[in-house]
């Protein structure tokens, strides 16, 4: 009994064949002790776990080898051999390459790579550069965004530039002269429409920081430069000029359209220009349509974005219409003679206008809809980073007035040791410079509250000779309701100078990582000094280009990071209805005064912001209005500079 269980418990390695074949002449497998034949698909299964069983350790070769030459490392025959360099070429199926390059995100400063070291839109890559036509009938807001867009998008270090139709439409018509090479640079911006952002010092205007060449200084409808001490008749501007029906000035408008489309065009295909702004009304299908096929015979692949500005609301429109009588069309003319020729105008373009809408999308075209400065945000097949951004960026306007402060902490332990980041805790002086900013910021917003309420009260309209400020469309309640942000970085020397608001309940405080001090890597912690004995080339390479420069180290930052991870922020102050007090540090703080003041990128990284000094900006609709005070120590004040200037730093220490 014990055998016969061991021999039926004890299977053979293998199937025993009988000797015997059954009636159909196969042979007959052991019936009692045998399973039945592997299948064919079991065997390859069995096989498949056999090689994987012979490629262990010490199981030997698998039995069926793969001779895939990425199995196995391939030793070069001669030891020490050098690497062979990559050498450029082309595993397309086509040589030269015919498809186009991908055109993914590029953030100057952020992203890197063999056709544009710096980030930004090489030349090359033409489909991600961007036309912009702007549509909409007059005071709808078009210059104003066209400004800010091209603020914004020039501070993420994008090239930009404004092309607007309507000032060649005036040289061409004869209303404007020509501009000399020998005129102020202001002569270049006389319009409220074209200096939408125009930066205004306590009330008056400011003199340009940026001088941008977007006029021609000379334009011909032949072609031809027009001599301009030569006397021209000058053309009706008045809104005959605007009427459909009128087929010469039809005419005119379509000419001047097209040769400034040419130079957006001459800027983005061939003087490194990234976004070219068409800011015009370009109110029918017709003009829209004239427009692409003109775009599409000279660069096909280059991105065309329609941003049009709708406003529904009554009180806004108003606002607008009287920004428009201090154009250079009803310059020195009687305001309500004014005001009705420019509602004759508006009606011409009504009488026309073709909203955006049908054939844009059947033509697969990519456009935003701006209603009411930003209330409502509608967009269509937005293609590539820069229409996204855009569109992110259009849906932070609003018009309601608020103060935005901007201030460097107090000073600090580390200020008085001169030494570059780290997070040293406020001095004795430092402490009173907060107790100081508290008292003023207090003060000055109960101040500002009451002039806005004596500004409403006082508005008329139709508007009276020089009254040229548009009223708010908000209402009076809603200025009593804002509220007082005080935001600062996680460091301590930033929080600190923010306790005596952090103390008061009418106050909303909050830190930011974003708003802390760039970061200066492994000079953490050292001075000017030591830097230029210990790293001179370092030294000397920071020197030559404060901008692109990067701290070496772990973390080390440059300008351009900061301006990268200030993006946020820059939309959130855009989009806030309430007031607000930044308190950071000196890069930071000079990066958001670039972002306000529209500074070129070569002023960013050299902007004088001294500890003590307090910035403050009122967004209006024509731009904003500046303010700058100093620190009073003695008095515990703050005064004002009535000719406060941005200019270049001469303390690096400070």
Not at 254 to 270: C, F, G, N, P, S
Not at 359 to 381: A, F, P, S
Not at 512 to 538: D, H, S, V
Request: with cysteine; glycine share 6%.
């Amino acid at each position: 009994m014990k055998s016969s269980l061991v021999a039926s418990s004890t299977a053979p390695s293998s199937p025993t064949i009988n000797s015997l074949e059954n009636g159909f002449g196969v042979p007959r497998h052991h019936e009692t002790l045998l399973p039945p034949a592997a299948q064919p698909s079991l065997a390859h299964a069995l096989r498949s776990l056999n090689d994987l069983n012979g490629m262990r350790p010490g199981m030997g070769p698998p039995a069926y080898p793969y001779d895939s030459p990425y199995s196995r490392s391939i030793p070069s025959t001669a030891p020490g051999s050098p690497r062979i360099p990559p050498v450029r070429q082309n595993s397309g199926s086509h040589t030269p390459r015919v498809r186009p390059h991908a055109t993914t995100l590029n953030i100057p400063g952020m992203t890197r790579s063999r056709v544009s070291p710096d980030g930004r839109i090489p030349d090359r890559d033409v489909a991600s550069k961007l036309v912009i036509i702007m549509v909409g009938l007059p005071a709808r807001g078009k210059s104003y965004i066209t400004k800010k867009l091209h603020r914004y998008l020039s501070w993420q270090q994008h090239s930009t530039r404004i092309f607007n139709v309507g000032n060649r439409r005036r040289i061409a018509a004869g209303m404007t002269s020509p501009i000399k090479d020998s005129a102020p640079p202001s002569a270049a911006v006389d319009d409220e429409p074209t200096r939408a952002a125009t930066i205004l010092l306590n009330g008056t205007q400011a003199p340009n920081i940026v001088v941008h060449d977007d006029e021609p200084t000379a334009l011909d409808l032949n072609g031809h430069v027009a001599d301009p001490n030569q006397p021209h008749e000058k053309i009706d501007q008045s809104a005959k000029f605007f009427d459909p029906k009128n087929e010469s000035a039809s005419k005119l408008r379509e000419q001047v359209a097209l040769e400034t489309l040419d130079e957006v065009l001459d800027y983005l295909l061939h003087r490194g220009g990234a976004v070219g702004i068409l800011d015009a009304t370009n109110s029918t299908i017709q003009r829209r349509k004239l427009l692409v096929d003109h775009i599409r015979s000279k660069e096909p692949k280059l991105g065309i974005l329609f941003i049009e500005s709708i406003c529904t609301d009554q009180n806004l429109l108003e606002a607008n219409m009287r920004l428009k009588l201090s154009g250079p069309d009803y310059k020195d003319k009687d305001p309500v003679k004014s005001l009705e020729d420019f509602k004759q105008r508006v009606k011409a373009y009504e009488s026309a206008y073709q909203p955006i809408g049908k054939w844009e999308e059947d033509n697969d075209l990519q456009y935003i809809q701006m209603i009411d400065v930003g209330r409502k945000v509608v967009h269509h097949r937005l293609k590539g980073f820069l229409s996204g951004g855009i569109a992110s960026y259009l849906t932070t306007f609003n018009l309601s007035p608020r103060q935005i402060w901007i201030t460097r902490h107090g000073q600090s332990v580390d200020n008085q040791l001169q030494k570059l980041g780290g997070d040293s805790d406020l001095t004795e002086r430092g402490h009173y410079y907060g107790q100081a900013l508290y008292n003023f910021i207090t003060h000055k917003r109960k101040e500002w509250l009451i002039e806005q309420k004596s500004k409403i009260a006082q508005s008329s309209f139709p508007p009276q000779p020089g009254d040229h400020t548009p009223p708010y469309p908000e209402l009076n309640q809603e200025l009593d309701d804002k509220n007082f942000c005080i935001w600062t970085s996680m460091l301590k020397r930033s929080a600190q100078t923010a306790e005596y608001f952090d103390a008061d309940e009418d106050y909303d405080v909050k830190a930011w990582e974003m708003l802390n001090e760039l970061n200066a890597g492994t000079f953490e912690g050292m001075t000017y000094e030591e830097i230029a004995q210990k790293y001179p080339e370092e030294y000397n390479k920071r020197s030559r280009d404060k901008l692109q420069y990067i701290y070496p180290g772990v973390g080390g930052e440059g300008y351009l990071q900061v301006i990268s991870r200030l993006r946020d922020m820059v939309r959130e102050i855009e989009r806030i209805t309430d007031h607000v007090l930044i308190i950071s540090h000196r890069s930071v703080c000079r990066v958001l005064m670039a972002y306000f003041m529209d500074l070129t990128r070569d002023d960013i990284a050299d902007l004088d912001v001294p500890l003590g000094i307090l910035y403050a900006i009122e967004p209006k609709p024509y731009g904003i209005e500046f303010h700058a005070y100093k620190y009073n120590e003695a008095q515990g004040w703050f005064d004002e500079l009535p000719n406060y200037k941005p200019c270049k730093t001469v303390d690096r220490n400070n």
